[in-house]
């Protein structure tokens, strides 16, 4: 029966070497256990797996920015407090003095003593007040003294918002600009549309002039010519007539002047334009909180955190922040002092996810993956290069609503603004999908390597297995591995090559394959999160019409199209281009060959990189060529033609097709002419070219045996016949992979294009995908990566280029003589 062999089999591939040791071949079951130890030593070694699930909390709080105050500078609170207490003045202890405070460390084991007429904590008890504890404590104090609620703005009554019912209610629209039209009294407000051709468009359509009630078939005007503008500046006034008011600017144009002045709208139900009259005296109040309006009666709505107009409001504040905030101000005062504003923030955040445990729930949930915050190297590496991460870099900005309370308003004598500089958000960092890409595909590489001794364990087991059971002679130990390094010796010398290669050659790769798979674009996006979106970047090159396609999807054809023509133009005249030199050197008739060999040499010696630039410089509007061209009269000549020295939008008919500029030839510049500027790129290339082809092709040419030319000869060939029949043949046998390599190289020819075209002209253009028009795929995703940062659809484009060169060059190199007769 198999059974046993499938089971030490089975064994094996869970613990590596254990069905070694069913088999009794200690040393092997050694070896492979050996392996198996290291692989799961490197996944635990970089694992939490074994920390407490309190860590998990630990684990989310600790992306926070900052570092914690700790339990030693709270647990001076209870004493400083009752220092404060006892000390201050008999005017001064209701400001310091709170019951809560000393309800709650009675609570959590705070004992006090009275020593001296005054209660102070017992050594060691005041360790119970730990910054965990007084960040609950704050909490519930803030949540105590900031409920949500409603104010009527005339009678100052306070009504809890559970208590209170809106129906009826309209909301006052209080910051704003509005367009009267005085003729007819309406009121408009200026909306965006786009049209269906794209374009960005304004029309103003009716509105109320102050609550948000619904206006049916309002009125819609194409522009606000000779409307009065009426701007709210959500300034509030209560004037003596016990009427709140807001204040606007109003400006109306007359004679072609602006009119502005200062008025002060009556804020009532009926939406009509009512201002203050001039005995009515006006005093500012403030109203932060938005505003409820039924039958002139005004509510001004609290919620702590909430924004509103732009202004966050704040929770109140409570008098044990009076001890808080003195203890703080002596910790930023001491020499030394190893706390920040950025701590100081951490705290607050710290404060404002226990005032709201759904938003604290959620940020933990969402900022401690067990994958990336607690599995090793293998299990982490293989959930990253699946999933690229799952958490989003978030902006916290809750935690702001707590700055008056904690920090103090300007007014106020024991603020600590000259110590915290507070910023608006906390960013915490989410996922860095690069990252995770980069160290997933290390893991997975490497554990590759461990798998290949997992399989060999595996068969091993199972085949010694079988031959025990098969009563077949089994090799000792010693023996078996003395085989393995005779027979896979090959394997063994190149398997540190291998993994070197597997991590400097095939990482990278695989890296760009998959990039061409997400939505990574952007020099952000580099150190945040992306997810993969399938082939959609694929797909969008097919489809015109989404925003990927319209602009990427057309450039990506065009692109496509000129770099074949331009890989098929310059491979074949830099080809026969050397091959007519190399002909021609290679008569005898051809005196001072040597000499012409070495001249003719010479470009391909120069540094291919300053040929380029120089060519660059020549060809320019006010180049070298261009004043040679205009000195020697064929300036004159283009422009009694009309091709030359008229704007384009002044030629027409054919001439149009040969337009070279307006003041100067644009051999490299030319918007209008694309099909002159590459004829003149393919041109130049010859020069650059030609001469490593000329010289390949002379050795060639001079290593063709001469008795070939003399049975010619005797049988009356031609020179043309001895040309088509014997140097052709000869030459394209030996050089027609080079041909095919050269045909490669030059689809990817990024220098010529780069240094003298930089792609242009047109280029630079999002509804071209930012792709030139001689831009080849190669210079083209150059540009997406280094200047615009569209990494996802520079992959798309490199492994499409890559299976278009491929499967060329393979088609062609299988069908060369060459290739079939190796």
Known sequence: MKTKSYLKAIASGFIWGLGQLFNKQFIKALFFFVIFASFITIELATSKYFYKESFDNELAF????????????FERMPFVYYQYLNDAKASEKASFKNENFENFLTEIGVVFAEVNGEMIPLN???????????????????????FKKYTNLTTNEVIHSEDFNLDGFNYLRTNEVLYLDSLTNKFYVEKQIVTDEGVNEKEYVETNLLTDKKIENPSVLKDNKDLITIEKKNDFYKGSDNNYYLRVIEKVVEDGKIEQNTKYLLLNQNDNLIYSSPENTLTKVTVLGPMYINDKTIYEYYEPALVHNGYRMQYNDSTIMK????????????????????DFERLMLMISFEINPEVK????????????????????????????GSAKK??????????????????????????????????????????LLIEGLIAVLLSLFFIIFMVWSIKDAYKVSEQ????????????????????????????????????????????????????????????????????????????????????????????????????VLSTFTVFFGGFIQALILNSEKVVFRKLWRTILILPWAIPALLSQMVFSVMFKETGFINQLLMNIGVYDLFTNIGILGKSYSEVSGFVKFFWLGNDNIQWFTNPYNITFVRATLVVVNIWLGFPYFMALMTGIMTAIDKNLYEAADIDGATGLQKLTKITIPLVLYSTAPILIMSFSGNFNNFGVIYFITGGGPN??????????????????????????SVYNMASVFSVLVFLVVGSVTAWNLSRTRAFKED
Do not use: C
Request: aromatic share 18%; glycine share 8%; charged share 20%.
């Open 124 to 146: 060691g008890t005041e360790k119970n007040f730990t910054e965990k504890e007084a960040i609950r404590f704050f909490a519930e104090e803030f949540k105590r003294t900031s």
């Open 361 to 388: 729930e959620e940020f933990i949930k969402y900022y401690n993956n067990f994958f990336y915050d607690r599995a090793g190297m293998f299990v982490k590496g293989y959930w990253s290069v699946v999933t690229l």
């Open 763 to 788: 280029s630079g253009l999002a509804s071209r995908g930012y792709a030139g028009s001689t831009d080849i795929l190669i210079s083209w995703m150059y540009k997406l990566t280094v200047d615009y």
């Open 323 to 342: 001890t808080f905030k003195k203890m703080m101000q002596s910790t930023f005062l001491v020499p030394g002092n190893q706390y920040t504003s950025t």
């Open 394 to 435: 978030q902006n916290y900005t809750s935690y702001m609503a707590l700055s008056n309370a904690m920090i103090g308003d300007a007014n106020s004598t024991d603020n600590l603004n000259q110590y915290i500089n507070l910023v608006e958000s906390i960013p915490i960092q989410g996922h860095i999908s690069t990252m």
């Open 62 to 73: 600790s992306k926070i920015p900052g570092e914690d105050f700790g339990d030693s500078w």
């Open 468 to 567: 025990k059971r098969l009563q077949e002679e089994v090799e000792n130990d010693r023996k078996y591995f003395k085989s393995v390094w005779e027979n896979g010796f090959e394997y063994i010398v190149l398997s540190p090559a291998v993994f070197v290669l597997a991590f400097i050659s095939i990482m990278p790769i695989l890296f760009g394959f998959l990039i061409a798979f997400t939505s990574i674009k952007g020099n952000q996006s580099m150190v945040e999160n992306f997810s993969y979106v399938g082939f959609e970047n694929f797909i969008a090159l097919f489809n015109f019409n989404t925003g990927l396609g319209a602009s990427f999807g057309k450039a990506f054809w065009s692109v496509l199209g000129w770099t074949i023509v331009w890989a």
